[in-house]
Nanobody
């Protein structure tokens, strides 16, 4: 079973940067995707896609983070990253790492494996 564990969240001032990490273990198929999601504000049951990456390194981003966030992976370390630059107060969310180990939907919206989340808080 795929296991995911996020880290790297914290409290920062607007304009600062954070890098989130997601340690990955388990079995993936030949076609897969991973992504970073965040809780919708005031909607505990809903998540929004932030960024996604597939087995070929193709990346896609939500419009509200394009140009500021970068998703990447280190296969040797089996870790997924989200580099977040120029953070804004509206980026304050719980961020979750997720995976679809057998699919490549563009924004990885069919993810079935989830980490526990890491909190990011941005103060103005």
């Amino acid at each position: 079973q795929v296991q995911l564990a996020e880290s790297g969240g914290g409290s920062v001032q607007a304009g600062e940067s954070l890098r989130l990490s997601c340690a990955v273990s388990g079995s993936f198929g030949s076609r897969w995707c991973m992504g970073w999601f965040r809780r919708a504000p005031g909607e505990e049951r809903k998540v929004e896609v932030v960024a996604a990456i597939d087995m070929d390194g193709n990346t896609n981003y939500s419009d509200d983070v394009k140009g500021r966030f970068t998703i990447s992976q280190d296969n040797a370390k089996k870790t997924l990253y989200l580099q977040m630059n120029n953070l804004k107060p509206e980026d304050t969310r719980l961020y979750l790492c997720a995976a679809d180990p057998r699919g490549t939907e563009r924004l990885c919206r069919n993810a079935v494996n989830w980490g526990q989340g890491t909190q990011v808080t941005v103060s103005s």
